[in-house]
């Protein structure tokens, strides 16, 4: 039975992976149904200074606690719900593990401990407690077998599942029962911070992101019919606009022209961060500074941003006063390799 349906035609997928998302702080609370981010009303982030390349990531915030008592938060750091955000695209032992991720975390130079919030959403709601009720595994991504188990329901537990949002209708290539799980898995990075009141404190992250990407790719059959619904979710997601389809198409010629091959010898980066929450706290980030290394200077980036200046052969830069977010990035970067490596 079809299991998957696979972004990239099979001619071209060497290595797939769901392009995982870092994330400005929130602060959160445990609400009912789970973790849960709300607006807060007294403190500011003054400053957000970030850094994104596939090796690296550093962001340094600056709050500022503007109420005359101390104020004692959950602050939770998102990560993307997996397994991934098109429906139907199972890749078994493709995810990363964010349980192993080497994450740190000061405050006013000083490193914090943090735990970690592993929960089932489906859609926006948390059903964490219902999918252990029906002894599933939370992460059923995981488990090559899990499908069959859905088959195997008797069809009044299916349809009770399909009512608690736990089931959804499969992909028709899929076959079997026609049901697929409905839920995610949110894993957060929580800790309780304390901000004393009338003050300022400085936070900072760091950690080497686990990168997703392909080999190979799609962009080069952009235009083509029977890739509109590629290139739609290209353009979407990454903002991949003609200029830069054009520029990777060239690159693409170029490189099978040097090499004698018939096929482009490149590949595709994703990597993720989740800016929106930076929009929880009081007011607008004051200043807003981001830089974007796309790690080659012969490499191609395409990503949402108005404003994206070039600092540097490999850098970009975004500088915002009042910067108040409203969607994550998504970032893209084509690169070429030796076909000989």
């Known amino acids: 039975m079809l ?5 990239l035609p099979l001619c071209l997928l060497a290595a797939a992976l769901p392009a995982p998302a870092l994330a400005n702080d929130s602060e959160a609370e445990w609400a009912l149904g789970g973790l849960a981010f709300r607006q807060n009303t007294a403190i500011s982030m003054d400053a957000e200074d970030l850094y994104i390349s596939a090796d690296e990531i550093r962001v340094n915030y600056t709050y500022t606690n503007h109420s005359d008592q101390p104020q004692t938060v959950m602050i939770a750091f998102p990560l993307p719900a997996l397994p991934g955000d098109r429906a139907g695209e199972i890749e078994y032992g493709a995810y990363p593990d964010w349980r192993t991720l080497d994450f ?6 000083q490193p914090v401990k943090w735990e970690a919030a592993e929960r089932a959403l489906s859609g926006t709601n948390d059903v964490t407690d219902a999918v252990k009720a029906e002894g599933f595994p939370l992460a059923w991504y995981e488990d090559e077998n899990f499908l069959d188990t859905v088959d195997k329901l008797p069809p009044e537990t299916a349809a009770r599942l399909v009512k608690a949002g736990l089931l959804a209708k499969a992909p028709a290539e899929w076959g079997g029962s026609g ?5 995610q898995v949110q894993y957060s990075i929580t800790r309780q911070q304390t901000f004393p009141a009338n003050a300022t404190v400085h936070v900072s992250h760091r950690y080497k992101p686990v990168i997703g990407g392909a080999v190979g790719g799609v962009i080069d059959h952009f235009g083509d019919p029977t890739y509109a619904d590629d290139t739609g979710y290209y353009a ?7 200029d830069f389809v054009a520029g990777v198409k060239k690159r693409n010629r170029a490189e099978m022209a040097k090499s004698g091959l018939d096929y482009p010898a490149y590949n595709e980066t994703w990597i993720g961060y989740v800016l929106s929450t930076g929009a929880n706290w009081r007011g607008p980030i004051g200043d807003f500074h981001l830089v974007i290394d796309k790690g080659k200077a012969d490499s191609l980036l395409s990503v ?5 200046k070039k600092i540097s052969p490999t850098q970009f830069e975004l500088r915002k006063k009042d910067y108040e977010p ?3 990035l998504n970032i893209l970067i084509a690169q070429w390799y030796s076909p000989d490596n």
């Not at 740190?104 to 130079?109: K, R």
């Not at 979407?236 to 003609?242: E, G, H, L, P, Q």
């Not at 949402?304 to 994206?308: A, E, M």
């Open 304 to 308: 949402c941003l108005d404003g994206l």
């Open 236 to 242: 979407r997601k990454y903002c991949t606009d003609a």
């Open 3 to 7: 299991r998957h349906a696979f972004l």
């Open 179 to 183: 049901y697929m799980p409905a839920w």
């Open 104 to 109: 740190t975390t000061t405050i006013d130079g």
């Open 326 to 328: 409203d969607r994550d």
